[in-house]
């Protein structure tokens, strides 16, 4: 089984700021990682996927990349609504499996 | 646009077995290059995948519950199930299902893009 390991686990930020997530996975995944934000309350919502491609409706302020077993998620500017956790899940071998999540939260 | 939707008890006694149905709308279940999947989540937890099915009726487990899991496919009311056996405090957690595509020709399978909202189910005497 493909463990993911997310960093930060928690990251403080204002609005309008940078956000860069980390996902390391224990073996390559190649290109097979894709990123979800979830609210609370609420199920995950696929963001970015095959590392760097943005899912239907996803803005431009969202950007992944990385290969192998280092991948990043960039928020470019910070808006309300992506106060939150977001995960990584590799796509490459079953069982499909998800980094343990960072949360994204207002400083 | 595909939508997806959980359904059964939020109360289930230990010992007992867990039913969930996933319910689909929007789209056929019978349409192939499609996997339909169960993922649950611990409360305060990350993710856990369960296992899929396709509309064939062949399915794939996570081995760290295939001996209490069958998921199971209902063409004809666009449905599909999940059964979990021997329950313990311990499956206790919101359970997602979702659909994701592949690609037979090339073994490539993608993140599930459409999930339904979820549900929550209590394991409790």
């Known amino acids: 089984e493909i463990v993911l390991t997310q960093s930060p686990a928690t990251l403080s930020l204002s609005p309008g700021e940078r956000a860069t997530l980390s996902c390391r996975a224990s073996?390559?995944?190649?290109?097979?990682l894709a990123w979800y934000r979830q609210k609370p309350g609420q199920a995950p919502r696929l963001l970015i996927y095959?590392?760097?491609n943005r899912a239907t409706g996803i803005p431009a302020r969202f950007s992944g990349s990385g290969s192998g077993t280092d991948f990043t998620l960039t928020i470019s500017s910070l808006e309300p609504e992506d106060f939150a956790v977001y995960y990584c899940?590799?796509?490459?071998?079953?069982?499909?499996?998800f980094g343990q999540g960072t949360k994204v939260e207002i400083k | 646009q595909v939508q997806l939707q959980e359904s059964g008890p939020g109360l289930v006694k230990p010992s007992q077995t867990l039913s969930l149905t996933c319910t689909v709308s929007?789209?056929?279940?019978?349409?192939?290059?499609?996997?339909w999947t169960w993922i649950r989540q611990h409360p305060g937890k990350g993710l856990e995948w369960i296992g899929y099915?396709?509309?064939?009726?062949?399915?794939y487990y996570n081995s760290s519950l295939k001996s209490r899991i069958t998921i199971s496919i209902d063409t004809s009311k666009n449905q599909f199930s999940l059964k979990l056996s021997s329950v313990t405090a311990a499956d206790t957690a919101v359970y997602y299902c979702?659909?994701?595509?592949?690609?037979?020709?090339?073994?490539?399978?993608?993140?599930?893009?459409?999930w339904g909202q979820g549900t929550l189910v209590t394991v409790s005497s």
């Open positions: 979702a659909r994701g595509y592949y690609y037979d020709s090339s073994g490539y399978y993608s993140a599930p893009n459409y």
């Open positions: 929007g789209g056929s279940i019978s349409s192939g290059g499609y996997y």
């Open positions: 099915i396709y509309n064939s009726g062949s399915t």
């Open positions: 073996q390559s995944v190649s290109r097979y």
């Open positions: 095959d590392a760097s």
């Open positions: 899940q590799q796509c490459s071998n079953w069982p499909q499996t």
